[in-house]
Nanobody
Framework: QVQVVESGGGLVQAGGSLRLSCAAS????????MGWYRQAPGKQRELVAV???????NYADFVEGRFTLSRVGARNAVWLQMSSLKPEDTAVYYC????????????WGQGTQVTVSS
């Protein structure tokens, strides 16, 4: 059994900050990557940021240096520090975990709502 639990979403004014947390627990081994995706109403789900097992990070172009993805303590937990938030950042944010050989096993959290008001 694998659980992916997200927290930290909420309502914030434009220019504000939020920190999203994600932790994987249960029978999850050999995590290859963890990251965040988001999906706004009427839009496709898109990658926000990902960190691989060797510590390499990759960010979507729209991040524009505003977000930082880091490991928190154990290797199965990460946080996404988001600053200078814009209304267009409003979306449901999903944590993703890739495990097993070549990341063949894919796990998702249930999502956390981020709403940025003007």
């Amino acid at each position: 059994q694998v659980q992916v639990v997200e927290s930290g979403g909420g309502l914030v004014q434009a220019g504000g900050s939020l920190r999203l947390s994600c932790a994987a627990s249960g029978s999850v081994f050999s995590i290859n990557a963890m990251g965040w995706y988001r999906q706004a109403p009427g839009k496709q789900r898109e990658l926000v940021a990902v960190i691989t097992r060797n510590g390499n990070t990759n960010y979507a172009d729209f991040v524009e240096g505003r977000f930082t993805l880091s490991r928190v303590g154990a290797r199965n937990a990460v946080w996404l520090q988001m600053s200078s938030l814009k209304p267009e950042d409003t979306a449901v944010y999903y944590c993703n975990v890739k495990a097993g050989r070549s990341g063949a096993q894919d796990y998702w959290g249930q999502g956390t709502q981020v709403t940025v008001s003007s």
